[in-house]
């Protein structure tokens, strides 16, 4: 199975800022707590790799649950966060009066996602197959946990699911959830969505 798990919550999902690559924006005390039981959630599974974004939030949450599990993460370029080009570190609600729905225009392709640096969805669902691709040569059915941002998780669905842009756009992934996927008479195939343990399910 391949496992893909969002970070927990982080300071610019609180303060609803478009974060992107930028730094300064690691877990809350929540979203520690979120890393801490996912991590045990984990426990069951039979990991036998764990790739990290190289943005704080994630890696955060990677060595959290390595630690727990007692697994080695490695760095992995192609689970990184999306480039937000000119609107990075903006607040949600300067970016809606600005552009509309800047979410809605980035799955539908508009020109103002290049117009203002953003890296294109298109361009995330090419690494983040290729990622897959490469694990699954590497791996073959071994269980491997990608701890990643909710976007890259969103790109592989839709390759997955063939999601247009409205679907895209309404569905969430919950900070420290998890998304399976298997591969399933050649084909990937999604086992859940947004999977977390019991308590959570209730909080939210």
């Known amino acids: ?9 982080a300071r610019n999902n609180v303060e609803r800022i478009l974060a992107g690559r ?12 979120q890393a801490e039981r996912i991590a ?7 990991l036998s790799a764990i790739y990290s974004s190289p943005v704080e939030r994630a890696e955060q949450t ?10 080695k993460y490695e760095i992995d370029e192609r689970l ?6 000119s609107l990075s570190g903006m607040p949600y609600e300067e970016m809606f009066a600005r552009h509309g729905n800047i979410f809605l225009k980035f799955y539908e392709g508009h020109p103002v996602i290049e117009q ?4 294109t969805f ?6 983040v197959m290729d990622l897959v691709e490469q694990s699954l040569r590497r791996h073959g059915g ?17 390759t997955v699911m063939q999601l247009g842009p409205e679907p895209l756009y309404e569905l969430v992934i919950r900070n420290a959830s998890l998304t399976m996927f298997k591969k399933d008479q050649g084909n990937l195939s999604v086992l859940s969505i947004n999977s977390m343990t019991p308590d959570r399910y209730l909080q939210e």
């Open 62 to 71: 990677a060595c959290i649950v390595a630690r727990r599990l007692g697994i």
């Open 142 to 158: 071994e269980d491997v946990l990608f701890v990643t941002h909710m976007d890259p998780i969103k790109s592989l669905l839709s």
């Open 22 to 33: 930028a730094k300064g924006y690691p877990l809350t005390d929540l979203g520690v707590s």
């Open 1 to 9: 199975m391949f496992l893909f798990l969002r970070h927990g919550q």
């Open 80 to 85: 990184t966060e999306i480039d937000m080009g």
């Open 122 to 127: 298109e361009s995330i669902k090419r690494r």
């Open 116 to 119: 203002n640096g953003i890296e």
């Open 40 to 46: 045990g959630f984990l426990e069951p599974f039979r």
